[in-house]
């Protein structure tokens, strides 16, 4: 996927997304890969820079446009944008010569003035009549180490900024904290002083190195840094997302060592890219992982079943106790049990059943339960954290339903589909569904009891499918159902 699906953005003319890139690894490639997939969409962006650009970097947008006198230089920006899309807008050159029409090729050396804060955030405010998009910013640097760790200054981040994207290279791991492979290597040694104390689970202290020889990086330290106040997340603005990005992933064992990284991180972590961006023009970004969400739905009054449809037991279980149960093993980092017209007896059995897993439940009731399963669904995504990236909609009648098929329902958001639902013989069915965060608000204006079907089968075309087994999404919905099971 590339990363504008990856994120994702929902892009509006005029309503910028102002995107900071910071750390080290394929700033500048990730950057100028983001801004061709928002141009090739049909939309505008503006990149830029609030450090130094070398002058290799013009090559990568299709105009280039000059600050001059501290002016924002508008009717070039909005002729360049009208012509290509995107624009990358620059200041001064710092070294000796150049053209100023940036006619005349620069020296590859030649390194180019960034733009102040102030003037980035004066440009967020010109964005609605330059019909922009989303304004990128390369707000750091790292001299082209894979990884760095800020020092006081660093890194400049416009306080505009609606998302932090946090780069690191790979390539880093296993590497000795130098200046060979680190930028600002003594201040990572600092900043890695608090290592042992930090939250996230500290590996086995290796064998003791020969005298003076550097500490190497590992996987804890390179998940420590990206989140650490004063590494990766550093003047991350109040309101701003953040994103990481684990870069140079070019080959199975550094995607391994991505996904090494992303264990590391505590349950409410910010989504993490994985990929080689620079490395693979097409699809850089090969997984993207966040926290996501699992929804039971046992809110109904079973009418057609004639008494609690959730309470009765199936193959030897209270169904849904078998259904928590299976949510609870698919690996989602919420679990949301949404009840309705028999709420008490639900959370009876569940306490009961589970023991101490109970305390790992968010149980909401639906009042309005009796007008239909959508208001069970907008209930659920209401409730969610709102870390939470995707959810999977789950019915509790399902009784073979197993974790298995739920882990490669959510994989398939990891691999970039926005909404993913079972298929038997190739035909998609409606339960268990995945839901993109983005997807959300489409899923709340449904109603009755149709449930999420409807948002299925309207963008049918876009929907991922995991072929399965009819068994597995048999559904129990009359006392005969439960009789052919006995």
Same mark, same amino acid.
């Given at each position: ?9 929902? *892009? ?136 760095? $760790? ?30 060979? #492979? ?6 990572? %040694?600092?900043? *890695? @002083? ?7 689970? !500290?590996?086995?202290?290796?064998? $003791? ?14 998940? @420590?840094? *990206? ?32 996904? *090494? ?18 490395? $693979? ?14 929804? !039971? ?114 994989? %398939? ?21 995945? #839901? ?51």
């Amino acid at each position: 996927m590339d990363l504008l699906t990856a994120l994702p953005l929902d *892009l509006h003319a005029g309503v910028p997304h102002v995107i900071s890139f910071v750390g080290g690894g394929g700033k500048s490639s990730a950057l100028f890969g983001l801004a061709k997939a928002i141009a090739d969409r049909g939309h505008r962006v503006i990149s830029t820079s609030t450090t130094h650009l070398g002058a290799e970097q013009l090559a990568l947008a299709p105009s280039v446009v000059r600050v001059t006198n501290n002016s924002l230089p508008l009717p070039q920006l909005a002729e360049a944008l009208a012509q290509h899309n995107h624009c990358l807008l620059i200041g001064a050159a710092i070294s000796h010569a150049s053209d100023a029409s940036l006619k005349t090729p620069m020296p590859a050396e030649m390194r180019l003035k960034g733009l102040p804060i102030p003037m980035i955030d004066e440009l967020v405010n010109h964005c609605a009549q330059l019909g922009v998009s989303a304004l990128l910013v390369e707000a750091d640097g790292s001299k082209r180490r894979p990884i760095k $760790a800020p020092a006081t200054y660093e890194p400049a981040v416009p306080t505009a900024t609606t998302m932090l994207i946090t780069v690191m290279g790979l390539d880093a791991v296993g590497r000795p904290i130098t200046e060979d #492979f680190v930028h600002r290597p003594e201040l990572l %040694r600092q900043l *890695l @002083h608090e290592y042992s104390a930090s939250s996230l689970p !500290v590996e086995p202290a290796p064998p $003791a190195p020969a005298l003076d020889a550097p500490m190497r990086l590992t996987p804890s330290m390179m998940a @420590h840094l *990206l989140l650490h106040p004063n590494g990766g997340a550093k003047n991350l603005p109040p309101l701003a997302r953040h994103v990481l990005l684990l870069n140079k992933a070019e080959s199975p064992v550094l995607l391994a060592v991505a996904r *090494l990284i992303r264990q590391q991180f505590p349950s409410d972590a910010p989504l993490c890219l994985m990929g080689a961006v620079g490395f $693979a023009p097409q699809n850089p970004i090969q997984e993207r992982w966040a926290p996501l969400g699992i929804a !039971v739905l046992a809110a109904g009054q079973s009418r057609r079943m004639g008494r609690s449809k959730q309470l009765s037991t199936a193959d030897g279980e209270i169904m849904v106790v078998r259904a928590v149960r299976v949510a609870l093993a698919s690996g989602a980092e919420q679990t949301v049990v949404v009840t309705g017209a028999y709420a008490p007896q639900v959370e009876e059995q569940l306490r009961a059943a589970l023991g101490a897993d109970f305390t790992r439940l968010h149980l909401v009731h639906n009042p309005d339960w009796a007008s239909g399963q959508a208001s069970s669904v907008r209930c659920a995504i209401q409730n969610f954290a709102p870390h939470i990236a995707a959810a999977a909609i789950m019915p509790v009648d399902q009784p073979f339903l197993s974790p298995l098929l739920l882990k490669q329902i959510f994989q %398939r958001w990891r691999l970039g589909a926005q909404m993913v639902a079972p298929a038997v013989q190739s035909q998609m069915r409606g339960a268990p569904a995945l #839901f993109d965060r983005t997807m959300w608000d489409e899923l709340a204006t449904v109603d009755g009891d149709v449930g999420a079907r409807v948002v299925l089968r309207r963008y049918a075309d876009a929907v991922s499918t995991v072929e399965t087994s009819a068994l597995q999404l048999q559904d129990i919905d009359t006392p005969e159902d439960l009789a052919r099971l006995a």
